[in-house]
């Protein structure tokens, strides 16, 4: 499996993202409905992430990364509802979640070791 730094593990799970929405759009339904908000909270993890890359001082980069940590946490929720409704089908869907939880992990760390150094 290839490394990513966070920043391109964000973009690359914001384009798995923008698929699962193109797909749920097309199914109708709770999906069609429900997908935008999961668009919204999916693609602005990473492009929080890359503004706290950018940050004007620490502060303004915990600031960014927390902001990164709240729509990964909403993008969960999103990805669970979707799955326990069978929005979309599991075998899809599963490792999204995993992938999910991972960025949450990774973030969390990452805003805990800045506040401690």
Request: aromatic share 6%.
């Amino acid at each position: 499996m290839k490394t990513y730094d966070i920043q391109e593990r964000t973009f690359e799970f914001g384009r798995r993202i923008v698929k699962l929405h193109m797909f749920s759009t097309k199914q109708g339904g709770a999906g069609k409905i429900l997908s935008p908000q999961l668009l919204r909270a999916g693609t602005s993890i990473g492009s929080n992430m890359e503004e706290a890359d950018a940050g004007e001082s620490k502060a303004d980069f915990i600031h960014k990364c927390t902001i990164a940590l709240k729509e990964a946490r909403e993008t969960l929720f999103w990805l669970r509802l979707f799955e326990a409704e069978e929005i979309v089908p599991k075998t899809r869907i599963s490792d999204m979640i995993q992938e999910c939880r991972e960025i949450v992990a990774i973030i969390t760390a990452i805003i805990r070791n800045s506040k401690s150094s």
